[in-house]
């Protein structure tokens, strides 16, 4: 091919056009293969990148020569006669499509088996389409490096020896393998710090649910009614209990609910109301002697501080219309909300005994929503070019683990999220239900 597609055969224009038809053309079927792997599975988490660890560590071995890993392939080289049939062009174009799969010739090294066993396990669709056209690229680019400033037959025929031994040495094979090693080394480490874990749909009837809460003994949820409207409903040993108002917000024996004109907070060990709020606003949360909850006025969005035993009001948090201030959740002396704009989102802590606010995570690229917090445990959603996720953060030590995913593409999205202990919850929704899950 090198002998083919090179300036001595039709001149510098032609070449150039061949190697950019060669390049784009191997890139593309590089990234619709990465496509369809990614594909093939739903992304994994700890279990799939420790699999794909071991298999990186098998390569590496036979890449020292230490075992022989069997790799399916077809053995043979691109045809020949487009060379007699075509023009230069085109023959580049259908060279790189080729090329560009991989696995449609000979490949001497396991590099791009593991790189593929990695996309279908890991990737998604989207990240396999990166991955693999950054593949399909380089290809391009080897072949406009050994094929520039090419004089001769002679000097062409040089060019492919010399990547044929280039090929055949030790070093290359052993460098190789110590990439393949440093790869099996990030992976194993991911798959050691990841928590990634199966959820389990918690039974709460037939209706769609959502806006999970939960204490000891006891958890509430919001019923979305037929018309569109919200039942708030505490379970307490097996027992279903409508409650007053909506988006119920469980702390210790009392939930708050929203009931529209008000907030109460009821004992969930008499169903009674024991406290009426007269407050302006909606999602409230319930933390001890503190409630939050969010305002919209004529012009700003506003996080709002209640201290209960004073009857004192504190705005914490305001933005603009255009800047949505998510749902609040508070846990002692801890406040978190999400902040999203158009330029930027990010999860925010306020911190009640120091009247400060501190960004927790922050994009300018994806989208963060919908944290809850218990203690210094924060639990929250990203949304990405790949899909959504659930993520636990510390905020004592500021480390961060993905635990659950949903690819996009699959119909399903990741909603209103809540965190007890060590238990997770989390609604989940498509076009025509929703449901609580539990991590």
Sequence with gaps: MVETICPVVHGTRTWLISVALFAAAATGSAALLGLGLGAVLPQGGAAAAAAVAAFALVAALSELGLLRLPLPQLRRQVPERWRERYPQPLVALLYGAGLGVGFATYVPFATLFV?????????????????????????????????????????AACRVELMVRIGGRGRLRRGNALALVGLAAVLALGAATGTAQAATRIDLGNRPVADPSAGDGVFAFDRINPDGSLTGVVRIAGVFTNLPGY????????????????????????????????????????????????????????????????????????????????????????????????SRSAVM???????????????????????????????????????????????????????????????????????????????????????????
Excluded: C
């Excluded at 072949?143 to 037959?153: C, E």
């Excluded at 169903?271 to 999602?283: A, E």
């Excluded at 990203?382 to 636990?392: A, D, K, R, W």
């Excluded at 995913?405 to 076009?431: C, D, E, M, N, P």
């Design 247 to 342: 988006t119920p917000d469980v702390d210790g024996s009392n939930v708050v609910v929203d009931t529209g004109p008000a907030f109460e907070i009821v004992d969930t060990t008499t169903m009674t109301v024991t406290q009426t709020l007269p407050l302006k606003g909606r999602d409230p949360a319930l933390s001890g002697t503190w409630l939050v909850y969010r305002h919209t006025g004529p012009s700003r969005r506003q996080i709002v501080l209640y201290d209960l035993t004073g009857g004192t009001s504190k705005v914490i948090a305001g933005s603009r219309l255009g800047t949505d201030l998510g749902a609040p959740d508070i846990s002692g002396a801890r406040v978190v909300y999400h902040r999203t704009s158009g």
């Design 349 to 439: 802590l306020y911190r009640i005994k120091r009247a400060d606010t501190v960004s927790l995570r922050s994009t300018v690229r994806y989208s963060y929503s919908d944290p809850s917090i218990d203690g210094r445990n924060v639990f929250y959603v990203s949304q990405t070019l790949f899909g959504m996720q659930l993520n636990t953060l510390d905020v004592v030590t500021d480390t961060n683990h993905q635990v659950f995913s949903i690819r996009k593409g699959s119909g399903r999205f990741l909603w209103t999220t809540a965190i007890r202990g060590q238990r997770r919850y989390f609604t989940v929704y498509t076009h025509s239900d929703s449901w609580i899950d539990r991590l």
């Design 115 to 155: 790189v593929a066993a990695a996309v279908v396990a890991l990737a998604g669709p989207a990240g396999g389409a990166l991955v693999l056209a950054a593949f399909g690229a380089g290809r391009g680019l080897a072949l406009a490096v050994a094929t520039a400033r090419v004089t001769s037959y002679e000097q």
